[in-house]
């Protein structure tokens, strides 16, 4: 069967050549939960004028989308060690087609708290599919490849942001102020309105589901690599959680790998959370279908971004390119919160474009420091965990814009992307060779294994 597929497992769980089908359907899935995620963003601001929100209580929704994944990515991971990548990918889209589902009866019951729970469903199944895809797509080939393989897997979570975007300006928002037309509104006429407005907000998901029921049956149907390590006699190799926490507990650049990323993921949802209304703050003239056409300018930044950034990454040492990056993001975010004017909205927009390679070079960094194989489902569960950032920082921001203004609220973002930066300055010193170079190293470890296999057979 192995030579039918063209590709063979590796004993450390990786695949001697990318089986093309295979990646292409996990890749599918980070457009997937990135469509999921960025109609949060247009969510947030429906919500905001309906339920009449303070900024505070917007960020919620991303507080029940990213707590659905810090909860879940532990037993997603027990999930996926029990059995295997593709179930845990099999229950993700089952879960996340759940969370579609009950769109449908909170579009109805019209209560804040009934998305929220929606969202949350939502977010258990696109926990698994990260907690999964994440991994999975480092391990669909040789390793040395694994970083850029799945940069270019978050290269269609980019499309997906932009795709989500689309859907939401023109499925979701009407060409018109949603706040300045409830307010002409009598309080009855208002909440009538209301509610035709959060049905809008189902039609999106009537198409996610389709999408993903078929997507069940495909890779029910699909024979995947497992991507597990093998023992000598071709056991999978596994450890208890006890071990794994043990072993992480003593691997210090996994835990800065992890903070890395909690902060990395605040400064990106912070800012695609808030910058629609950052446009409608500034400019209250702006209708919210033409203040969504700035997301989707940073999410076509974001993805222009990420292929730049895997290109360069296939030339030069990762660490010397997202400190370049981040560094420039950060001085625009700067920009954002000091400039007052809707050069402050264009800045945030160009911020888009330097986190593009962030989250995949950070994970695949973070996991790299994992050299036991036993420990990667676990400690790649726990990497997934550290977007509870989003959570959390996003709702912090608010809170400084309920305080102050959301402008100022930028400066947050600005100072986490900015620890990120920190971040790769310290990781510089485990990051010596070029591709070109890693990759003759491997080749030339490769002609030393032969020769002594060859020497071996002759003795």
């Known amino acids: 069967m192995q030579k039918a597929n063209k590709w063979v497992e ?9 089986p093309i089908f295979q990646f292409v359907l996990v890749t599918l899935l980070f457009t997937l939960w990135a469509i999921g995620s960025s109609l949060n963003d247009i969510l947030i601001t429906q919500f905001k004028t309906v339920f009449d929100l303070s900024d505070f209580a917007t960020a919620f929704v991303q507080s029940a989308f990213f707590g659905g994944y810090f909860i879940i990515a532990v037993p997603a991971a027990l999930f996926i060690k029990k059995t ?8 993700g889209l089952a879960f996340f087609a759940l969370g579609c589902f009950m769109f449908f009866p909170a579009s109805r019951v019209a209560t804040y708290e009934i998305f929220l729970f929606a969202i949350f469903v939502e977010a258990i199944g696109l926990s698994f ?22 940069n270019i897997s978050q290269t269609m979570n980019a499309l997906g942001n932009i795709i989500g975007i689309l859907l939401g300006k023109y499925l979701v928002f009407q060409d018109s102020n949603l706040k300045a037309e409830m307010s002409k509104l009598s309080k009855a006429e208002a909440t009538k309105f209301g509610e035709e407005q959060l049905a809008r907000t189902l039609e999106p998901y009537k198409y996610l589901l389709m999408i993903l029921l078929v997507l069940l049956v495909v890779f029910a149907f699909t024979k995947f690599p497992s991507g597990r390590p093998k023992t000598k006699s071709g056991q999978v190799a596994s450890a208890s959680m006890g071990e794994t926490l043990r072993y992480l507990a003593k691997n210090s650049r996994f835990q800065r790998g992890v903070l890395a990323q909690f902060l990395y993921i605040g400064v990106q949802i912070g800012i695609w959370s808030f910058t629609i209304r950052l446009a409608l703050e500034l400019f209250p003239h702006f209708s919210d279908r033409y203040a969504a056409n700035f ?15 895997s290109y360069l990454l296939t030339r030069f040492r990762e660490t010397r390119v997202l400190a370049v990056y981040i560094c420039i993001g950060t001085v625009l975010l700067l920009g954002t919160t000091l400039i007052h004017s809707i050069l402050a909205i264009w800045l945030a927009v160009g911020a888009s474009f330097f986190m593009g390679p962030s989250w995949p070079t950070i994970y695949s960094r973070t996991l790299e420091t994992v050299e036991d194989r036993r420990y990667t489902e676990t400690a790649g ?10 959570a959390i920082l996003p709702a912090v921001q608010g809170l400084l814009s309920d305080a102050t203004n959301m402008q100022f609220s930028f400066i947050l973002p600005t100072v986490e992307f900015a620890l990120v930066a920190v971040y790769f300055f310290s990781e510089m010193k485990h990051d010596k060779l070029t591709p070109a170079q890693l990759k003759s190293a491997e080749a030339a470890k490769t002609s030393e294994v032969e020769a002594g296999t060859h020497a071996a057979v002759g003795e």
């Open 84 to 91: 295997s990548y593709k179930m845990g990918i099999v229950a």
């Open 10 to 18: 590796t004993p450390d769980g990786y695949v001697s050549k990318t």
């Open 129 to 150: 599919l990260e907690t999964s895809g994440d991994t999975y797509a480092t391990l669909l080939g040789p390793k040395r490849m694994g970083t850029l393989r799945i």
């Open 295 to 309: 997301m989707l300018y940073s999410y076509v930044c974001f993805f222009v971004g990420r292929i730049v950034g």
């Open 381 to 390: 569960a726990f990497v997934v965990m550290a977007i509870v950032g989003g």
